[in-house]
């Protein structure tokens, strides 16, 4: 199995809204990305909407259907009932659920399932009852209680947060612990038949060692590295610099 790459856009827009004009694109940096090989896009409406705004939402769903049908919508975000209906109306291929404070600059920790244990299990069911896949993000040093409790949810996914392992960019010791952190969880949620995503400040540097480690993650969902490379390589080049090291991960 390859590990898919879906493409978050939330830093394109938030560069767009710096100006109130309608540059850079969201959908047409979108269009560049699913050109040059990415399998999908990822939002974030937050409710402030200082990133992806509402209105990004239909134009992009629209451009995956008319232009990239294989490709998959993944909105992400904390499952209030504004939320839902959101990313119910925008019909994604995959809901991301993440236990996120609307203040904060962006989603840094994974669910404690056992808390959330009967909110989870309802938002899941809603979604899958509409035919969405559902993932839920978790911490890499998930314990196997809170893994049976994220399983018990009846999500398809989960997605591991990335960002300790990101923030180990100057250390390879702690990047190989970090590794190692997600390894173990990763086993643990094989037994509970649950399928991985992963995502947070992941690079291409910082991939092919996570990919060779856990193998069987289904897709990385990457912003801000991929955005900050397209200022380098163009967004094109940077899509292409992150499938190339998935496959160096996978071999």
């Not at 009967?118 to 809603?126: M, Q, T």
């Amino acid at each position: 199995m390859s590990t898919k790459l879906s493409v978050n856009v939330n830093a394109i827009a938030m560069l767009r809204n710096r100006r109130d004009l309608p540059w850079p694109s969201v959908s047409g940096l979108g269009r560049i990305a699913l050109e040059a090989g990415a399998h999908g896009l990822t939002v974030h409406p937050r409710p402030d909407q200082r990133h992806i705004r509402f209105s990004d939402l239909p134009e992009l769903r629209a451009l995956i259907d008319d232009e990239f049908p294989s490709a998959e919508f993944n909105i992400e975000g904390y499952p209030t009932e504004a939320f839902l209906e959101l990313a119910e109306a925008n019909e994604p291929e995959q809901v991301t659920l993440v236990p996120d404070d609307p203040a904060q600059a962006t989603s840094d920790h994974g669910w404690d399932f056992i808390a959330n244990a009967g909110f989870l299990k309802d938002v899941v069911s809603r979604l899958k009852g509409r035919g969405i896949r559902v993932s839920l993000f978790i911490d890499p040093d998930a314990s196997a209680v809170q893994v049976a409790a994220a399983a018990a949810t009846g999500t398809d996914r989960v997605e591991f947060y990335t960002g300790p392992y990101g923030a180990t960019f100057d250390d390879r010791d702690a990047a190989r612990a970090r590794i190692d952190e997600i390894a173990r969880t990763a086993e643990l949620l094989r037994e509970q038949g649950l399928a991985m995503n992963a995502g947070h400040d992941l690079t291409v540097e910082n991939l092919p060692p996570l990919i060779a480690a856990v193998p069987d993650i289904a897709e990385v969902s990457i912003g801000h590295g991929l955005t900050a490379d397209a200022l380098e390589f163009g967004m094109a080049g940077a899509v292409r610099r992150f499938l190339q090291a998935l496959e160096t991960g996978g071999k």
